[in-house]
């Protein structure tokens, strides 16, 4: 095992997050089980860290094929590496409290005015954002907007009390108007809206050796227990997870402060809203794709990829 393998983290790392012993509550609304198998690759990674988070919630919102049964598969997934889990921390969540919290959202995209009806969904949204606790709740959005858009509806006074890091593009598209909904409704909603940033997890970044998209799941996931197994068998085995810097962000860094450095990248402030947080425009920070694409801010992401990589690297064997 290499010199660097072996540290905690690098020094260089920021400091903060979930790794420095902040405690965050989570809600994850996801398409997982849809187009894309990038989220089982995140729920996965979600899953070995969730001992540092309380988890309060899984929302199928696709809308798309995706349901939440996509969610139960995966905690079956973790229930055969629970034991092993639970011996490097007793705070990993039983099977049974992570299958207590699936929830399922909506099946289709709003309607033209952005809202429908609630959903078993939308209505856990609301009510775990009303629960009398000081700290926020964290929505990761890597799916559609549907149903958070239903419940800030259904309940507008949930908006002070949550934060949002939503994977946009694709996810945005997939239903246009729930999320035009809360950006003209909701001006004051602290949001990230990361429509670029993301792709630096996969794109870019020190690329050497194991920690090549294919060669880092061959070699670290593969093997390593049922999750790492599971991770294998997505995405032909190789890294995208690209929901997974809105989980990064809180592991790594000041999740209070956007602007500042952290595993899930470097936002900037959309100078007309008071608390949105947009991709760093800055052609410094901006990563291209081979076939030429700019990706905004993905750089703020991938300058921290060998850290990331050998602590994720750490999680997976866990599962051994």
């Known amino acids: 095992m290499t010199d660097d393998r072996a540290k905690p983290n690098s020094s260089e790392s920021p400091k903060g997050g979930a790794l420095d012993g902040e405690r965050h509550r989570v809600l994850v609304l996801s398409d997982i089980g849809g187009r894309d198998e990038d ?26 094929a995706g349901r939440a049964k996509d969610f139960l598969d995966a905690i079956d997934v973790y229930e055969k590496d629970y034991a092993k889990l639970a011996g490097h921390s007793p705070r990993y969540p039983t099977p049974d409290s992570l ?21 078993e969904g939308s209505k856990w949204i609301v009510e775990c954002a009303r629960r009398d606790d000081p700290r926020p709740l964290w929505v990761l959005v890597w799916g559609a907007m549907t149903d958070l858009a239903q419940a800030l509806h259904d309940a507008p006074d949930i908006a002070p009390r949550i934060r949002v ?29 990361d429509k670029t940033t993301f792709r630096g ?47 990064a962000y809180l592991l790594r860094g000041d999740p209070d402060d956007p602007e500042s450095e952290s595993w899930g990248g470097r936002f900037v402030r ?14 410094s920070f901006a990563e291209m794709s081979t076939d030429g694409v700019r990706f905004r801010g993905a750089r703020t992401i991938n300058m921290w990829r060998r850290d990331y990589l050998r602590d994720f690297e750490r999680r997976l064997d866990r599962c051994i």
């Open 270 to 283: 959309d100078s007309d809203r008071p608390a949105w947080w947009k991709d760093d425009p800055s052609p």
């Open 39 to 64: 989220d089982a690759q995140s729920l996965v990674h979600y899953l070995l860290y969730a001992d540092l988070f309380d988890t309060e919630g899984f929302v199928s919102s696709p809308p798309g």
């Open 165 to 193: 890091h939503f994977i946009a593009g694709t996810n945005e598209e997939s239903d246009q108007t729930a999320f035009d909904y809360v950006r003209f409704e909701f001006r004051d909603l602290w949001l990230i809206y």
């Open 201 to 247: 997890w996969y794109i870019g970044g020190d690329q050497e050796g194991d920690l090549e998209n294919g060669a880092f799941v061959e070699t670290h996931a593969k093997g390593h227990g049922a999750l790492g197994d599971r991770f294998a068998s997505l995405r032909h085995g190789r890294i995208k997870m690209a929901d997974t810097p809105t989980v």
């Open 99 to 119: 299958r207590a919290v699936v929830k399922q959202g909506a099946g289709a995209p709003s309607p033209r005015q952005g809202v429908d009806h609630p959903t």
